[in-house]
């Protein structure tokens, strides 16, 4: 779909954007019942002069990405694709925003949400019961070595049952309401997101605070497994090692099978049947 075949929505969950936007606290919302990608969407409004703050929430995405270009399965009603504009003064560590908007939705989802405790793995995925839930694509646009603005776009599957995800997803991904003991509604997740996002509205860390990497370190799905990582599309054989947590600046440590502690910016990490290296 061309960005000129987005369908603009009028209400989304009963409600329509200028109701969501008050109760969220943001300056827009602007609702799409089908859309190529939120991230698209927001980074032309941006372009355009909107607001950081401003929300982008499509019912269904028809080329919706994730990390490495990757398609991002987004079908109507069971999910929530999102995407809100910030704008940062500066954004000294790229690789720590989506850990950071990850570190927050965990939580906030957690707070009422969802009955279910929420891991992060790194670099950007968003874990309940060890299955995949959702994920995260920070895109930003550069002037020079400064932000013009960034795309922080959030896409969970809510409410889909296990067999109506698509086969070739369905051992390793989930959804928090088939995760859940408790109820889950799409529009409370939604308000979660939201502000868990914004709370990063006036500026983006360089380095983790206290709170967020205590979090983090609770929430790492990866920490003390044996893991292979590759290059961020998964190409190539990858390196064996033991992840050892996550630094400040959001990189992985890597305990190599040479014993060397890596610092690892970016990639794609699975875990490893057999831990190959000492930790
Ligand atoms: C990943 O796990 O690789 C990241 C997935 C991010 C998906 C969201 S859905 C809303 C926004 N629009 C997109 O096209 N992608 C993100």
Redesign the pocket.
């Known amino acids: 779909m061309s960005p000129e075949s987005a369908i603009p929505a009028a209400r989304w969950e009963g409600q329509g954007g200028e109701a969501w936007a008050a109760l969220w606290g943001v300056p827009a919302v602007h609702l799409y019942a089908a859309v190529g990608?939120?991230?698209d969407e927001a980074r032309t409004l941006a372009a355009d002069g909107a607001p950081a703050g401003t929300v982008v929430l499509a019912e269904e995405?028809t080329r919706?990405?994730?990390?490495a270009g990757?398609p991002?399965h987004?079908p109507p009603e069971t999910g929530l694709?999102?995407?809100v504009i910030l704008r940062p003064d500066a954004l000294p560590s790229p690789a720590l925003l989506p850990l950071l908007v990850g570190v927050r939705v965990a939580a906030a989802l957690e707070d009422g949400c969802i009955g279910a405790p929420v891991q992060i793995k790194w670099p950007?995925?968003l874990l309940v019961g060890d299955r995949k839930v959702g994920?995260?694509?920070c895109e930003a646009v550069w002037e020079g070595d400064r932000p013009a603005h960034v795309i922080v776009?959030?896409?969970l599957n809510v409410g889909n049952a296990p067999e109506d995800l698509p086969a070739e997803l369905r051992a390793a991904a989930s959804s928090l309401a088939a995760e859940s003991a408790d109820p889950v509604e799409r529009s409370e997740v939604a308000g979660a997101v939201v502000r868990a996002v914004t709370s990063l509205l006036y500026g983006v860390p360089g380095e983790m605070g206290e709170e967020d990497r205590a979090e983090l370190a609770r929430r790492d799905a990866l920490r003390g497994h044996a893991v292979v990582v590759s290059a961020p599309g998964g190409e190539g054989e990858g390196i064996h090692g033991t992840a050892m947590g996550i630094d400040g600046q959001g990189r992985l440590l890597l305990r190599d099978e040479a014993g060397v502690l890596r610092r690892i910016e970016s990639g794609t990490v699975r875990r490893a049947p057999v831990t190959r290296g000492k930790p």
């Open positions: 990608s939120t991230n995405q919706g990405r994730g990390r990757r991002w987004s694709w999102l995407s950007n995925d994920g995260i694509l776009g959030v896409g």
